[in-house]
């Protein structure tokens, strides 16, 4: 084995490729036919889209687990460890699992070269197929065509909202990006869409290849209230005060009275909508009841995602970083006013629509904290300033360049009980404002 220690080897993985981000099948696939040679031993659901991958993937893996049914789930990045991003029956592989794992991809690689999310991907599969469970979820990290997950066919495709993000590598426009997440499907099995205006071009390519393919609104709904969600008052509904309950409807099933998921904002159900679609073309062998479809709505959680830290002035961890997610954001933000002032604690990566996603924040905010995360791909807080002072006018209370300095800087403002902080803008900004605060889960 190359090295004893997790650190080690997550150290070693992000120097070993040339470029942090390198889309294509040809090297993952050399290794993975060695690695993994006879077929999985389990069924694949595979996951792409611009925002609610994660949030369908727990509610996935908490509606099955609710069901009886051993789950493996790979999902990204992590906010504390990495171990975070394979997990198996709910519980994250142990730092020896990870080292056995990586020791094996990397004998079964030789000298082809792998990026950091490559190896990992691999080292999940590898975990996956000798623990055998029922079903596996696979989180697609960016795209999905060329994503290093879409090595091992899915046996059912989703798709979730598509949006404006990772541009550089999929393209200027949803059609473009929906054409690349379309890359999962795969002739002859199920394809779920949950977006409720999916591009053109995911919906000819799922019929190119012969997929057979669910679209929200279409082949299968959901409503709030009594009123319907389709292409035209999703948004609405999304907007609309919290509901109590909701139904759902795909062919001959119909399930009403449905809880809400355990996971804020009314958007949560659009991917909740595209959940049980998936579920309803899982193979025949799968039986989920509405019993563990209640549960599992309830149970399910997901950190980073609205969730609240405890303390006695509120604050909210979001991952927002683009501009649909935050426009999500802030509509659920408006939903749930507080007393006082709402004080946001921002960093992003450069590659980011920097200006979008604080312009759709900007109603919702008092008072800012921009930030400056560590990396190459960082934004500088000067841009973060120009964004709001300049653009779009809006009150910056705090300059600094740590996000831990912000975050404190917010607290300090803050009076408990009427005012809450926000947290928000790229995964690495939650992970920082998580390890400052002590915060665990």
């Known amino acids: 084995m190359r090295f004893d220690k997790l650190a080690d080897w997550l150290t070693w993985q992000e120097q070993l490729h040339p470029m942090a981000i390198d889309l294509g099948l040809e090297r993952v696939q050399a290794v993975f036919t060695p690695l993994c040679p006879s077929p999985p031993p389990f069924v694949v659901v595979t996951v792409a889209g611009t925002n609610g991958k994660g949030s369908s993937v727990a509610m996935l893996e908490a509606i099955l687990r609710a069901a009886g049914y051993r789950v493996g789930a790979y999902t990204s990045p992590h906010l504390q460890r990495y171990n975070e991003r394979i997990r198996i029956d709910g519980q994250w592989v142990s730092d020896a699992e990870l080292c056995r794992a990586f020791a094996r991809v ?38 999905g065509r060329l994503d290093a997950v879409n090595v091992m066919d899915p046996d059912v495709a989703l798709v979730t ?116 679609m998936a579920l309803a073309c899982l193979p025949d062998s799968f039986t989920i009841e509405r019993q563990a479809i209640v549960r599992g709505l309830r149970e399910v959680r997901l950190p980073g995602r609205f969730q609240q830290l405890p303390g006695a002035v509120p604050c909210i961890l979001d991952v927002a970083h683009n501009r649909e997610s935050a426009a999500a954001l802030a509509t659920t933000l408006a939903a749930r006013p507080c007393r006082g002032k709402t004080y946001a604690v921002v960093a992003m990566l450069r590659d980011k629509d920097i ?21 190459g791909r960082a934004a500088p807080v000067e841009r973060l300033l120009e964004v709001l002072e300049l653009q779009l006018h809006c009150p910056v209370a705090w300059r600094g360049a740590k996000v831990s300095s912000a975050y404190q800087a917010a607290v300090a403002r803050a009076v408990a009980s009427q005012d809450r902080i926000v947290v928000f803008g790229s995964f690495y900004t939650v992970a920082e404002v998580i390890h400052c605060s002590g915060a665990r889960f």
């Open 355 to 375: 200006a979008g996603v604080l312009a759709e924040m900007q109603g919702v905010v008092d008072e800012w904290y921009p930030a400056a995360l560590s990396g």
């Open 161 to 276: 909202a598509i949006g404006l993000d990772h541009m550089d590598w999929l393209g200027t426009d949803r059609e473009a990006i929906g054409r690349e997440k379309a890359g999962i499907f795969r002739a002859g099995r199920p394809a779920v869409c949950s977006d409720p205006r999916p591009p053109h071009s995911l919906v000819s390519r799922s019929r190119a290849v012969g997929a057979d393919i669910s679209l929200l609104g279409c082949d299968y709904q959901y409503a709030v209230d009594g009123q319907v969600a389709d292409r035209q008052s999703v948004s609405m509904l999304q907007g609309a005060m919290p509901a109590s309950s909701w139904s759902w409807q795909g062919g001959a099933r119909h399930l009403r009275g449905l809880p809400l998921p355990g996971l804020i904002g009314q958007f949560q159900l659009q991917n909740a909508a595209g959940v049980l």
């Open 106 to 143: 990397d004998r079964a690689r030789g000298d082809i070269s792998l990026s950091y999310f490559e190896f990992g991907t691999l080292a999940a599969m590898d975990i996956f197929c000798r623990a055998a469970p029922d079903i596996v979820l696979l989180e697609v990290g960016m795209g």
